[in-house]
T-cell receptor, first 111, second 115 residues
């Protein structure tokens, strides 16, 4: 599975959009981009995933570049409860394919 | 989204004893379950993958006789840490996935402290 690169930390003001980048330049054609987050001392929470097209759900939007070498997770109106570590993971389809976790981006939403 | 529970959320045990952690999928049938451990300020490390009714597949470096995994039903998997030592103190997290779901759903984690 392809590796990902994320900035170690970011800050965002409450109410503003948080844009979290992820580079995955070695992604293969059958690999999806997944985003999870982990609030301190809790299990990870699924946010969103995509293959080629941009995706949006009630939590966030995922923008994937046309060459698929990078993506951005957008939290449109960040709240204090969005403070967490955000993980970008690429993974091929298939039931037993593992999620390989990096160190993610520690997002601090400030009042 | 789907709900996964873990029990207990916290456990303190003495060195040399065994501890069992339960992971349940509450509203879906989990054909595959995963067990992770996480040390402070570190990322999640996959320990093993189990499919219902078959033996778990352990990651390199994880002792299968020390970390016993049972996935006897489509809604329950257990991890038993046998003869626990202080270095086994960690945050243990399970996740579950159903055949028809792309994503894994995670439990809230279990904080194990071995004294």
């Amino acid at each position: 599975d392809a590796k990902t690169t994320q900035p170690p930390s970011m800050d965002c003001a409450e109410g503003r959009a948080a844009n979290l980048p992820c580079n995955h330049s070695t992604i293969s054609g059958n690999e999806y981009v997944y985003w999870y987050r982990q609030i301190h001392s809790q299990g990870p929470q699924y946010i969103i995933h995509g293959l080629k097209n941009n995706e949006t759900n009630e939590m966030a939007s995922l923008i994937i570049t046309e060459d698929r070498k990078s993506s951005t997770l957008i939290l449109p109106h960040a709240t204090l409860r969005d403070t967490a570590v955000y993980y970008c993971i690429v993974r091929a389809a298939g039931n037993n394919r593992k999620l390989i976790w990096g160190l993610g981006t520690s997002l601090a939403v400030n009042p | 989204g789907a709900v996964v529970s873990q029990h207990p959320s916290r456990v303190i045990c003495k060195s040399g004893t065994s501890v069992k952690i339960e992971c349940r999928s509450l509203d879906f049938q989990a054909t595959t379950m995963f067990w992770y451990r996480q040390f402070p300020k570190k990322s999640l490390m996959l320990m093993a993958t189990s499919n219902e009714g078959s033996k778990a597949t352990y990651e390199q470096g994880v002792e299968k006789d020390k970390f016993l995994i049972n996935h006897a039903s489509l809604t329950l998997s257990t991890l038993t840490v046998t003869s626990a030592h202080p270095e086994d103190s960690s945050f243990y997290i399970c996740s579950a996935r159903a055949l028809e779901l792309y994503e894994q759903y995670f439990g809230p984690g279990t904080r194990l402290t071995v004294t």
